[in-house]
């Protein structure tokens, strides 16, 4: 089945430092990738959508110059929290879509757990 | 936009007993899906249902889709301690939307 990677999986920073996520798809091209956040005990929020090489689209009330995401090929996403806050705490998790499946399957990472102090 | 509502948020269930989580979309979806997440973990995909009216089981797990395409169910019978955990179930409508999950707890 299809596999999606994500590093690190878990990463503690300094309030008002930057953190690098990383999503990739391991056995497959990835032509959109999707970003999520969970807060404690929530579901997960939709971010963002990006597309190999084009901009990320951002969901309603997502800072987009504060989560910076870069798609540059199709086996890898990024996601910068820039000037990470407490409030930036949180449980990332991206998903992945494949350039031959199907619109509505996308295959979730493992997630990654941001504390910010 | 797309809202997908989830209930109940909590469901404590004797090991061993019956229980039922609901899912409702405010607008007709293309599919739903469900998952789960454990403690500590990330969603895991157990199924998608695509068609009005869909039944499928798995194992001790009951999926239903409603005629409408709007509603959704997840009967789980005679549950065990593996099932601790947060079932989410989530829309598909052009994007994914995630209902609020319903977690789980089980006494023995």
């Known amino acids: 089945g299809a596999v999606v990677s994500q590093h690190p999986s878990w990463v503690i920073c300094k309030s008002g430092t930057s953190v690098k996520i990383e999503c990739r798809s391991l056995?497959?091209?990835?032509?959109?990738m999707f970003w999520y956040r969970q807060f404690p005990k929530q579901s997960l929020m939709l971010m963002a959508t990006?597309?190999?090489?084009?901009?990320?689209?951002?969901e309603q009330g997502v800072e987009k110059d504060k989560f910076l995401i870069n798609h540059a090929s199709l086996t890898l996403s990024t996601l910068t929290v820039t000037s990470a806050h407490p409030e930036d705490s949180s449980f990332y998790i991206c998903?992945?879509?494949?350039?031959?499946?199907?619109?509505?399957?996308?295959?979730f990472g493992p997630g990654t757990r941001l504390t910010v102090l | 936009g797309q809202q997908v509502m989830q209930i109940p948020q909590y469901q404590h269930v004797q090991e061993g007993e019956d229980f039922t989580t609901y899912c409702n979309s405010s607008?007709?979806?293309?599919?739903i899906q469900w998952y789960k997440q454990r403690p500590g973990g990330h969603p895991v995909f157990l199924i998608q249902?695509?068609?009005?009216?869909e039944v499928k089981k798995q194992k001790r797990l009951t999926f239903q889709f409603g005629e409408a395409k709007k509603n959704s169910s997840l009967h789980i019978t005679a549950t065990q301690t593996t099932d601790v955990g947060t079932y989410f179930c989530?829309?598909?409508?052009?994007?994914?939307?995630f209902g609020a999950g319903t977690t789980v707890t089980v006494r023995a």
């Open positions: 990006s597309n190999e090489g084009s901009k990320a689209t951002y």
């Open positions: 989530a829309g598909y409508d052009y994007k994914l939307s």
């Open positions: 056995d497959f091209q990835a032509t959109t």
């Open positions: 607008t007709t979806l293309s599919n």
């Open positions: 249902l695509v068609k009005s009216g």
């Open positions: 998903s992945a879509r494949g350039a031959s499946g199907r619109a509505d399957t996308q295959y």
